[in-house]
C-alpha cells in the first residue's frame, strides 16, 4: 500500500509543480508557446507541464535542465516553482 500513498504523492506534488508553472507564466504575461520557446522545449509538452502531467494520467518528472530553464525563463528562483512540501516516494 505504501506504493499507492508514494504515487499519489508524487501526482500531487506534479500537479502543484504545474500550478506553480502557470503562475509564474500568467504573472509574466507570456503564453504557453513563447515559454516553451524560450525554454527550448515543444509547446505541448510544456502544456502537459502545467497540468502536472507528462502523458495522460502520468505525474510529470522533468529533467533538472529544463526546470532551471524554466526558471530562468520566467524570472524565478527554481525554489518558487517547487511545491513547499515533500512528496512521499517511499515504495
Given at each position: 500500500m505504501?506504493?499507492?500513498?508514494?504515487?499519489?504523492?508524487?501526482?500531487?506534488?506534479a500537479r502543484e509543480l504545474g500550478v506553480n508553472l502557470q503562475r509564474a507564466r500568467l504573472a509574466?504575461?507570456?503564453?504557453?508557446e513563447r515559454v516553451a520557446h524560450l525554454a527550448?522545449?515543444?509547446g505541448f509538452t510544456y502544456q502537459k507541464f502545467e497540468k502536472g502531467e507528462s502523458r495522460p494520467g502520468t505525474p510529470m518528472n522533468p529533467q533538472l535542465l529544463t526546470l532551471v530553464s524554466l526558471s530562468q525563463v520566467l524570472e524565478v528562483p527554481i525554489v518558487d516553482l517547487l511545491p513547499d512540501f515533500q512528496p512521499d516516494v517511499s515504495r
Open positions: 505504501a506504493g499507492k500513498r508514494a504515487d499519489d504523492s508524487w501526482q500531487a506534488y509574466k504575461g507570456l503564453s504557453q527550448g522545449i515543444a
